[in-house]
């Protein structure tokens, strides 16, 4: 069992920063964050491998968000710039174990989310 806590949410106005943080029982062969709005699908964000340090991320927050590790914290952080509101979601991390990248249902392991809302 993995256990994973998000922290880090918020309201912030558009283009400005936030930082989230999802502290994890154990790293996993792959890490990633997803989010989703209301009546929408869970949409994947990015995407570690922890023990190599490989990220990968969305087209649509590519150069703005940054996925970091801290393992000796089993923590990572996920750093999102020049936010624009359709960045608002819940943003959940996710644990998998197989190795899987972007997708939703080979995510064994979820936290409860994080809100993050951008005003324009």
């Known amino acids: 069992q993995v256990q994973l806590v998000e922290s880090g949410g918020g309201s912030v106005q558009a283009g400005g920063s936030l930082r989230l943080s999802c502290a994890a029982s154990?790293?996993?062969?792959?890490m990633a964050w997803f989010r989703q709005t209301p009546g929408k699908e869970r949409e994947w964000v990015t995407t570690?491998?922890?023990?190599?340090?490989?990220?990968y991320y969305a087209e649509s927050v590519k150069g703005r968000f940054t996925l970091s590790q801290d393992k000796a914290k089993k923590t990572l952080y996920l750093q999102m710039n020049s936010l624009k509101p359709e960045d608002t979601a819940m943003y959940y991390c996710?644990?998998?174990?197989?190795?899987?990248?972007?997708?939703?249902?080979?995510?064994?392991?979820w936290g409860q989310g994080t809100q993050v809302t951008v005003s324009s």
């Open positions: 154990v790293l996993t062969y792959s």
């Open positions: 996710a644990a998998s174990t197989s190795g899987a990248m972007s997708e939703v249902s080979e995510y064994t392991y």
């Open positions: 570690i491998y922890p023990q190599v340090g490989s990220t």
